[in-house]
């Protein structure tokens, strides 16, 4: 159970243009997910935590129009990165808040993304 | 502010024993998590502590002061497959979950 599934695994993309990520928890429902960028050799960076049917609340120095997410159901939530540059390319990764009783995050396996 | 810190990189041998320390400032405690990242992978859920003491799990157990802000997670039995970044991340009073940046541990034959 709380299995976690991200989608696309890796994606290059030109300067310019706008990439979708998907999130979805697929044996359970998750009010709330967390998105997060993970550079080389570097620890996880919080983006954003995404509740079901409201606004997503960003970190600081996370640009709420560039980085759009959208959590419409329970089950599903999207990064999208808009107008991507070069310096977008990273690793993002989605987690999803499980129903244990000490709120365990389950991670998605991550997106890789380029810009060129 | 809020602070986590591990050790940036350890090295250890094939069957040998390691302890990767973590000690943490936070606004509030609830819990402490340890994650397994393999390089390229996202991370996976090893443990869960959120009273003192030891909580052990086949070749893994982590350990838990909350007087001393203090965490360990032991690795018995090492194995090369066990050669990942090891996170320790601490959940606050708004549950919100801090990180730290990661220890490498290396095994080698």
């Known amino acids: ?116 | 502010g809020q602070n986590i810190d591990q050790p940036t990189e350890m090295t250890a041998t094939e069957g040998a024993i390691v302890q990767i320390n973590c000690t943490y400032q936070t606004s509030g405690f609830n819990g402490l998590f340890w994650y397994q990242q393999h390089a390229g992978e996202a991370p996976t859920f090893l443990s869960y502590n959120v009273l003192d003491g030891l909580e052990e799990k086949g070749r893994f157990s982590s350990f838990l002061s909350r007087s001393k802000g203090y965490s360990y997670l032991l690795l018995k039995e090492l194995q090369m497959k066990d050669s990942a970044s090891y996170l320790c991340a601490v959940l606050d009073s708004n549950y919100q979950l801090i990180w730290g940046a990661g220890t490498k541990l290396i095994i080698k034959p």
């Open chain 1, 1 to 116: 159970g709380a299995v976690v599934s991200q989608h696309p695994s890796w994606v290059i993309c030109k300067s310019g243009t706008s990439v979708k990520i998907e999130c979805r928890s697929l044996d359970f429902q998750a009010t709330t997910m967390f998105w997060y960028r993970q550079f080389p050799k570097q620890s996880l960076m919080l983006m954003a935590t995404s509740n079901e049917g409201s606004k997503a609340t960003y970190e600081q120095g996370v640009e709420k129009d560039k980085f759009l997410i959208n959590h419409a159901s329970l089950t599903l939530s999207t990064l999208t990165v808009t107008s991507a540059h070069p310096e977008d390319s990273s690793f993002y990764i989605c987690s999803a808040a499980g129903t244990s009783s000490y709120n365990e995050q389950f991670f998605g396996p991550g997106t890789r993304l380029t810009v060129l």
